[in-house]
Every structure is written in C-alpha cells, then in structure tokens.
C-alpha cells in the first residue's frame, strides 16, 4: 500500500531551504510506486497540529516547482516550537493520529539542532509504538553549527554573501584612503563564528583587508581589540574590522550588552545597540580616528544573488538522498555531509543518528583562531573555499528575481 | 598638437562610477590621433593639487580596463572637496598651471552636484583666461537628484539593488506569517527618496508589501504614521515599511533627530541611531508589536551582484560621449539623459550646461507621492522600470567577484 509523505520547514530561513525542500517533493514525486500524495506541513509542526496542510503536486504543475530551488526563505512558513521533553504528553498521540489518518508513512523536517530534536523525539515516539513511520531530518542553518557533518546547506550561500559584499564594503571604505577609517561589520552567529570567518575570503593580494576577524569561540578583551585596531591604523588608512553578533568577554558577557543598562529611548526603552555600534562607539572615544559600523542582518541568510551553486546543489541531494534512505528503511536519521577530498572537491551523503545531532553546537575550532584571537588560518580557508564555488541563474521578472510564493 | 585627457572620481561612490571612467578611458585612448595620454587623478581634484596622478593606458594592457566596468567603488579614490567660490582664489592658477605642464587639454569630472559646481568653476575660469581647456561633467549619484537630466548613472543600480532585497527581506519577513510583525527598512536618500521609492519595484501580485513607503519629500507625521501602520497591520500580518534615513517633520526636524538627546553611551556619546531604529521603538511602545529595523547601509551603492545592465550600458556611454564632445569642441558642460520614449526604452545623450545643473537638486515630484504620504504612483514605476532591466555577469575568482583594484 503506497503511504504518503510529508514536509516541513523550521527555525530560519536561509537562500537554500526550499532547495532541500525541492529535493524532498521531487524525489518523492518521482516515487509514485510507493509514494502517494506529497504534503507540505505550513509552519512546521505546530502548523500540521493545526492541520495546515498543503499537497505539493500542484506546484509541479504550475512550475512553482523549478522557481522554489532558487527562492529564498522557507515556502513552507517556519516554526520555532519545541516538542515536550515527556514523550507520554497527550501531544504525541495527538500528532500520531494526524499522521495516520493522513496516510503519512514519511516525515521529513528541515531545520537546525532545535529541529532535529523534534525529528529524535519523533523518530523515538514512533519506535515505542511501533508507528512504521519513517522519521527523517535534513540539516539547515547559515551558523554552519551542527555536529557530525562536514558543513550544513544554507552556510555556504550566506558565506559567499559575507565574503562577496565584503570585497564591496572593503572597496566603498578604500574610496576615501587618503583618510584613516575604521569600519566594523557585525555578522550572524551568536555562539558559532563560520560566517564571520568567512569575511577573511574577501582577501586579496591587493588589499588584505579584513585585517581583524573576532569570533564568539575565543574571549573579546577590549583594551587588546583597542591595541589590535592600532597596530593595523599604523600599517594602513583603511582597516576593516569583522565581528561575530555573539562577541563576548571571558565573563561571558556579550560585548553588546555594554551599553543596553546606558541609553533609554523618549519610550524608555533600552537602546539595544548591537556589539557593532558599541564598537563604533568605543573607537571613536578611545582612539578619535573616522569609524562606522554596518550590520550585514537578514540579507546575509536570504540572499539569493550570492546563492552557491555548490550550496544549492548538495541541498537539493540532501533532500533527495533523505527520500531515496526513508525508502530503504532508514527512520531517526540526519542526512548529514561527509567530505571524501579537498582535491578536486567531493562528498557522501551519510545518514547519522539524529540523536548525535540535536541540542549540539559546533564552534570553530580553537586551533584555527590566530593571532591571540584577531584571525582566523589557512585551515579555514582550505575548509570554506570549495563551498562558496559556483555561481547561479535566478530567473529574473522585471528586473528583480522572480520567486515562489505559497497561494 | 595632441593633448591629454585628465579624468577624476569625486564624492560617493556608485556600483558603476568605474563604468562611467571605463567609458571616457577606452574612447580616450581610442581617440589616439589627438588624445595624448589619457591621465586619472587620485582622489579627485584634491590629489590632483598634490600631484597624485597615474597614466591609464597600462590598465588597457594588463586586463584592468575591461575589470573596471563592474568594479562598483570609485577606482581612482574619490574626495569631497569644494573649489573656492572666488575665481581669484590662488587656487584657480596654481591648478591650470598644473594643467599646463601636465600637456591637459581635456578634463572630466565624475560625480554629482558638488562635482558639477567644480566643473562650473575651472570652465568659468578657463573662459576668463583664454584657457582652451575643455571641462566637461559626467553624471553620477545613486540619489539620482541631479537636474536637467531624465537620470542618473548609479540610481539604478541601487534602485535594482534595494528593490532586489527587498523582495528577500519580504520573504524572510513572511516566513513566520501566522504572527503579526512589522519591519522598517531605512533606505539612502538625505533629501531626495528615489531610491526609497524604488522599493515598491518589490511588489508582487502574491505579496504586496512594502506596503507604506515615505519619502523626504513629504512631512513625516508620527501619530499618521501609526494610523496607516495599524491599518496595514488590520489587513494583513506582515508589513514592510520603507523610509528614506532623510524622513522629517514639518518643522524640519529629521526624525532620528528625536532620539539624539536621549541615549548616552559610557563615553558620554549621544547614541545616534537612525530614523529606522527610532521607528522601531515607536512601534514597539505604541503598538506593542513585534518589530525589527534594516538599514541597507552601503550596500546598496557599491553591490555589484545587481548590477542593471541598462545602468551600466549608460554609464560606460555616459563617458564616450563626453569625450566626443569635449572633442567636438564642448566646454563647460555635463552629459545629461533625455529619455525619448518608454515602449521601447530609448534614451539620448545630450550636453547641457552645467551652471544649470551645480548645487540644485531634484526630488521625486509632489504629484507621484500618494495616499496622504504613504506611497507613489504607477507614475513613478513607468519611469523607474526601465532603468533597472538587465543582469551583468561580474567575473568571478574564487567564488567572489573579481575586481580591479589601483595598484
């Protein structure tokens, strides 16, 4: 008897989300053997528990297929909802009966570590009591921290992003080098630095900016910052300094959290700068040189004009490879990436136990932090420049990119 | 006898400055039966008083030219720099002196208002001393405020860029679609919001968000500003809302001024925070909802992953035609765009004086502003269009763009 699978999209958004998810829903389509419907769950789980349930088919149909792979965001909708830790919760059952009376025999979920804990405690649920429903994840986050693969789709489309638009901001501060300028850029990642790191593959021969990276893995001391920023304006006009959202100091407070007990708005509000204008604000006291602070936000994760090709393509057979091990048995599993070769660049598509993955998070290494915490090796670069490779066509409509859009 | 051109940057930079300077260095040196050496001063007319002063026919050699065209900066360095308004001023023969020995008998000025005003002062000053120098002005601003000019080189660009991430932000903004949310995105634009207004080139039939949109052109009320957010907020979940960082009251007062007197950081600093931030603590206090701000920064005038093709075409034209009309005998002038028809797109080219286009600036007109403030018509879509059709391929190296850089 054929059963049907279901979809769902979780925690952030990223460029290459629904390229997982187009993996999904073509590889299951093309199974129509042993596959009936394809269903996509609106907002995750706490939309299905809702019942807002959509079929996928249609969109193959309509060609809103083929636009999905180079939409950014999540077309699905997301969720940030937490399963109960108790597994004899009345909400178990509840879902379970969904599913049955849904024909679901394949569950697929797209997230980060907070969504593989909802496809563990799932996957655990069912193997209680004994649901033959196949419970699988598929790995997502720009903050590249999940443990037990080699790197995570949506990382490197947001690191081409960080290190494309830093080669323009190194390019738009260098306009005016007959000056001495400082420019802090804040980036995502507040526990895991990989997108911060990423700045550093902007480098050229030309201009070896940036020429201070700080991530969250190793203390911020501000008076050594202080000391780093001068020994670099003594060397060049134009210094471009990078830092991680999640900076902090050895007490483990944020370097942000600085100035929120200073300011209050006309509402009395904290004025919760972030760690960038607080830095912007420190050097301008401290050493009086011209400095701005620019905050890369959203765009970094939702950028379809940096999209990899690399990136998308390993996201969509992520989603393939999930289907094609769900079909040969395979429950309670991350598709997780194993690389084979630096040279020429391969990798395997591996399921791991989903139990290894969730509630995990996986830093830089501390060997690849240099410089007493100011930059980051080699080992990085050789690490993070086969992901960015590629570039890809986004169908354009009136001159911007044309995208998907759930009716 | 040959003469030589001389060719300068000056105030902010653009995604297609270069293409402008691409433009008049490759007809220059096509123009080798009376052009000499074709020259850039670095740093504008600032680094030329100092002599800074390279020869650009090597960059023909060593492939640099053609990298120029889709280097977004300013690749000879720019400076913000305002000639003497007295034509006696000691400054006027110690630079044509310095033209003199330099063999100059062309001079091109890239920038916009404040440029122009330099191009107006050293061809006036040519006329009063029997110079034969021949001062033309090539348009560029991405605020596209300069006069007597259908637009201007850089607007589109920009205008491609931020309707671009628009459509992300809106997509990223959409996927927790089943809460209420509110994103105030602060876009370029001191006193002129076209490129504020180019957001609405994000709309789709499926999404029509930003759907409030303030331009400095009109007085900014707050207590209006909420009623028309509350009644977007009525009809749907997620509203984007778009303002120009040169948003004011109608006394003047450019509302992140309101909260300048508020916050002090721990060095005693007024917390500055921009027009989008303050409007998102108003939001927040007054309508309790959730609400994030986006400032689009500088990438907006230095990305060259959306470059308009239709922008850069007419830069790199922009500057050809200048040198052929600085050869035909023009002085004194600035290369404006007369649009000819909208059905196909089709411009001209033509000389006007620059006296009439120095210091003046041009907003986006009273009657394409709509519904009490908060929106423009289709008025302002038919024109902007056009302008940003077209995608660039950018050479890539290593999985980021390739550009040239002033050795």
Redesign the interface.
Known sequence: MKKNLIVGQSG??TAVINGSLYGVVSEGLAHSDVIGEVYGMV?GI??FLNDQVIAMSPLKENGDLELLRT????YL????FKLPEDLNDEVYPKLFKKFEEKGIGYFFYIGGNDSMDTVSKLSRYAAAHDSDIRVMGLPKTVDNDLCLTDHTPGFASAA?FV???L???I??A?????KKSVTVVEIMGRHAGWLTAASV??R?D??PNPLLVYLPESNFDQPTFLKQLQNALAKTNNVIVCISEGIHDDKGTFICE??SN??????G?K?L?GSGK?LE??V??ELGVKVRS??L???Q??????L?ATDLNEAVNSGRTGVQLALGGETGKMVAFRRTSNHPYTIEYVPVDVNDVCNLEKGVPAEWITDNGSNVSDDFITYA?PL????VDVP?E????K?A?R?
Request: hydrophobic share 30%.
């Open positions: 952030g958004p907002n706490e939309g939409t950014p965001g999540a909708g997301s969720c940030r081409r290190a494309t638009v080669k323009e901001i390019i738009d260098s306009v005016y080098d007959n593959l902007a050229t030309a201009n600085y100035d200073v300011g209050v708005d006309n509402f509000h004025m700068a607080y604000n420190l301008k006291k620019i905050e936000n959203v765009l994760r939702c950028s379809s004009s940096c990899s420049l960015i490779q590629g570039s354009q009136n001159g911007t990119p995208f859009y009716k």
